[in-house]
């Protein structure tokens, strides 16, 4: 079969799937529910590859070999350089813990994009304003794993892993020990919108974890909206 034409019913081709580095049993639909960033990456790797900066085209052809012979069809690694990144909590969830933990490898973070199809139906894809990164998805399941309660600080948590907006400042009124009222910046979702565009990326973290139910999410998020309905902007930084 032409290497090109691919169907999802059919497996993508040993040589093909080996240079993707994928399993040889691997469908082409899986490729579709990565992020626009990972895929870049993917279709820059085998870029490399064929220009002759990575492993020769025989290279690939014996790895192929060798994941057919594998048992269970698993793939034969030679130290990816993915499996053996990290990520500091204190950039993606906390400005507090500067915990490293490995980066979920490339089958949980699938595994998580496929539940969000199970839930929101088939064929839909995550809007990119509100799709999370590896990153997050791996910190939020490491605080599901720990036991912990999957709490995430919006001043660093949000829509494309917050590249530009580090640590957004918001400035308000807060209530004193006095009940005074006194004026105060401090890091956290500046308006409403901000609030709404991190919880949504939250959301569906959550969702794609299979942690919490889309109802009990939905439910969390409704009184945030009717406090700032009802109280306006001026008060939101006590919201």
Same mark, same amino acid.
């Given at each position: 079969m032409d290497e090109t034409q691919l169907t999802d019913d059919k497996a993508i081709p040993g040589s093909l799937a080996a240079l993707l580095g994928a399993n040889p049993d691997t469908k082409?639909? !899986? =490729?579709?529910? =990565?992020?626009?960033?990972?895929y870049a990456k993917l279709i820059g790797h085998v870029c490399r590859i064929v220009a002759g900066q990575?492993? /020769? $085209?025989? &290279?690939?052809?014996? +790895?192929?070999? !060798?994941i057919s012979t594998t048992p269970h069809g698993?793939?034969?690694s030679s130290g990816s350089t993915a499996a053996a990144r990290k990520v500091k909590l204190s950039?993606? $969830?906390?400005? $507090?813990?500067d915990t490293e933990i =490995?980066? !979920? &490898?490339e089958k949980e973070i699938l595994k998580a994009f496929a539940r969000f199809e199970v839930v929101y139906g088939k064929g839909e894809?995550?809007?990119?304003?509100?799709?999370?990164?590896?990153?997050?998805? /791996?910190?939020? +399941? #490491? =605080?599901?794993?720990q036991g912990s309660v999957p709490y995430v600080d919006f001043a660093i948590f949000g829509p494309?892993?917050?590249?530009?907006l580090k640590k957004v400042k918001l400035s308000g009124v807060m209530l004193g020990r006095d009940g005074s009222v006194k004026s105060q910046e401090f890091h956290g979702p500046a308006n409403i919108s901000h609030w709404i565009a991190s919880y949504t990326v939250l959301q569906n973290v959550l969702v794609m974890l299979d942690a919490v139910d889309l109802g009990n999410l939905l439910?969390? +998020?409704?009184?945030?909206?009717?406090? #700032?309905?009802k109280y306006g902007e001026k008060v939101w930084s006590i919201v």
């Open positions: 082409p639909a !899986a =490729l579709g529910i =990565l992020s626009e960033a990972d990575g492993q /020769t $085209i025989e &290279d690939l052809k014996r +790895k192929a070999a !060798a698993s793939a034969v950039s993606v $969830i906390s400005q $507090i813990d =490995l980066l !979920a &490898d894809r995550i809007p990119k304003e509100s799709e999370p990164t590896s990153e997050q998805i /791996t910190a939020v +399941k #490491h =605080l599901l794993d494309y892993g917050m590249r530009i439910r969390y +998020k409704a009184p945030v909206e009717r406090f #700032h309905d």
